[in-house]
């Protein structure tokens, strides 16, 4: 779990997204749905608010984490000093220690996930609606995010991208606080699970005997 968890945090992407009705056939537009996301005044709260939340744990982890590496480095010093009965005690320690350590790195990266989803839910739904009211306006047929690796975009030209214009209209754009977001377009995606780094797990300790 390293600092920037959010910068993962924030690495989301929304389907292709089917414009207005109204507007101009074959009228084409691009987004970057996970750099607009972390561009974002609220995206970046977001990611700050989550980091501190979770920095108690991170330090609670290190901290085990290092204890671990403390006692590896101690069977691999006392290689030829420690008796059998020993390396035999450190080791089992080390496991165990091992085991309770990747199990609470387990229940941590689930917790931060499950609160990833809720700010990426809530914050892919204003999105879904800044992204609506600037096709409407205008005149887009279809917006498509190159940034999910399933949307079939093989180019697009640097004047389609409207990810710097959307990112500016959805930071004027105000959402009441506490409100419930509107429901996006028909067939707005929920923001999908977001990718969380894997805090590094301690080697295994190498026989002694």
Do not use: C, H
Request: proline fraction near 6%; aromatic fraction near 4%; avoid cysteine.
């Amino acid at each position: 779990m390293k600092k920037n968890l959010i910068a993962w945090a924030l690495v989301a992407a929304l389907a292709p997204f089917a414009a207005a009705q109204s507007a101009s056939p074959n009228k084409v537009g691009v987004i970057q749905i996970q750099a607009a996301l972390v561009a974002t005044k609220d995206g970046q709260k977001a990611a700050k608010e989550l980091e501190d939340k979770m920095a108690p744990r991170k330090k609670e982890l290190d901290g085990k984490q290092s204890e671990i590496r403390d006692l590896q480095e101690r069977l691999q010093k006392g290689g030829n000093t420690l008796s059998d009965g020993a390396k035999e005690e450190l080791t089992r320690n080390i496991d165990t220690k091992t085991k309770s350590f990747n199990r609470q790195v387990e229940d941590a990266q689930a917790e931060l996930e499950t609160q990833q989803r809720a700010v990426l839910n809530q914050l892919g739904q204003k999105m879904m609606q800044v992204i609506d009211k600037y096709a409407q306006a205008n005149g887009f047929s279809v917006i498509l995010d190159v940034s999910n690796q399933n949307t079939p975009v093989l180019y697009a030209s640097n004047t389609v991208d409207i990810t710097k214009e959307i990112v500016e209209l959805y930071d004027k754009t105000s959402f009441a606080a506490g409100a419930a977001p509107a429901a996006g377009p028909a067939g707005a995606p929920a923001a999908p699970k977001p990718a969380v780094p894997a805090a590094p797990k301690p080697a295994a300790p190498a026989a002694g005997k």
